[in-house]
């Protein structure tokens, strides 16, 4: 930062020798660093080669006056202070001066100490201007970020984008060009009249090629025409012919190509036309567009990534209801084989007992035949209240209603108590009488059931033998407003490390097993806004128990809890 004891660079211009030398050696004495030019054209010279902070000039040159040298000065470097001497003082060329960005003037003939104030004068007029500069700088950038970071999708950023890069640039006339490699899918917008709030989008496929040279810029270029640069007459030839860029092309004047630089690589290009018209761009305005241009494109691959992982998401959904649904139907393919053996022996009693039926009533024995239809009656019960059980299960599609949740557990242990696996182990239920109602996907909650009674009677497989126990029974938490159901084994248990790891899909420590049932059942729980929690001991048994909401809520969790551990 500059300040009165720094120094700085300064080039001193003036066509009379004398003068040039006592201006030098007065600021030379200073401390500062100083160049002399002996004309305008020799003043240039050095300017294009080496940054100054100041430029003390003479205004009457022969072969360029001052105010010119000046204003060229200026398009090289616009921070430079400029500071005038004349020889002869008027109010004209005392507003002309400062008109052109002079901090100061003074007149000839000088003494040393007059030039050594002015100068000191002008580093502090100077380093102010500096400091507003940055700090309006710094205000608009910031208000900048958080009006991009505002949009919500990538058409509003690019309109954004424009919108604000027209403005900073004081400019009319623009479009906005953003690819998507991965679809070569090219989005343009044009502003046709940005202050009436008027732009025009197109969305076009794009030949790759034409993009990849583009994707490597990453400076902002300033060239002559729009109509002479291939890549635009390029491109509006592959566009059709409403949406082409055939007005903007038709434009007289240089063009601003901002890329929107992320990464390695561009994604699209800001492009700005300036007619003869219109003000020249500042340095300062190049350096605040080339950051528009750096955080349009990471903005828009924000939105990009945000929309593939939310995409991502629904299809993950979807994939989920469709396992559901499958595992529903590989349940339903496994029972099926039970039901078959289950039914078999009902039939080979219903046959047996009306062969026999029929023979004692060949033999007219009819005092006797009330043994057989008892039989006959009991098995056709039984096979009435097997196929009652059996009826949820044949829903697919997800339905909640009203359901007596003691009811539903007793027709799920009806139905499943004659299959094999549940041989030799005691189904035993504790339901709490008197249960309010839940609205539940009764079809899914017995889902849930079926998986925790089957992994118990799993965790039992060895010690079958022995008989083990697997109750079953429901609580009321009227305090939470919940309906808990618990299914306890007297199976081997789980490690902590296994406890962990159990509602993981794909986690299963079973020769056959496909690790996919808690994962399911925490599915099918949380969408019922509700809990599922398993405590374990090994060698001891485990115990889940699935928490419901009387009321639906918008969200819940779930988690696992071992014994003395608290929630995981
Ligand atoms: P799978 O039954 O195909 O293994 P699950 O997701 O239903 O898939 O179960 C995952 C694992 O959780 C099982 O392999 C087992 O190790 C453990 N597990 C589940 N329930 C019990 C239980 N009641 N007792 C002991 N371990 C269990």
Known sequence: MLSQTQSVKILVVDDEEIMLKLACDALRSQGHQVASASGALEALDKLKQERFDFILTDIKMPEMDGMELIQTAHQIDPSMGAIFMTGYASLDTAKKAIQEGAYDYILKPFDLQEIRDAVNQAIKKREQTLKRARTNGINQIFELNQKLYSAGDSESLLKLCLQSALMQSRLKKGMILYWRQENNELKILQAKDPEKNLFVGTTAKIDPE???????KKEVLLIKSLRDYSFFSDLTRLLPRSSRLDELLQLEGEAILIPLVKAESACGVLTLVKTPEEQMLQEEDLKLLSILGIQTAISLENIRLLNNAQQSYRELQSLQDQIISLEKMAIRGRISAEIGHELNNYLTVLWGNFEILSMKIRKAELHSLNRQLETISASLDRIKRFADGLMDFSALKAEKKECDINDLIQRTLLFIKPQNIFKNISLVTELKPNLPHLVV???QIQQVLYNLLNNAADAMGKRKG??????????????KESVEIWVKDTGKGMTKDQLEKIFQTGFTTK???HGMGLSICRKIVEDHNGTIQAESQLNKGTTFRVKLPLKRKDKDTSSTTSEGQGQL
């Open 466 to 479: 022995e008989g083990g126990t697997i109750t079953v029974g429901t609580d009321y938490h009227p305090e």
């Open 210 to 216: 034409l993009l990849a040279e583009w994707s490597q």
């Open 441 to 443: 996907d009764a079809g």
């Open 511 to 513: 020769e056959f097993g």
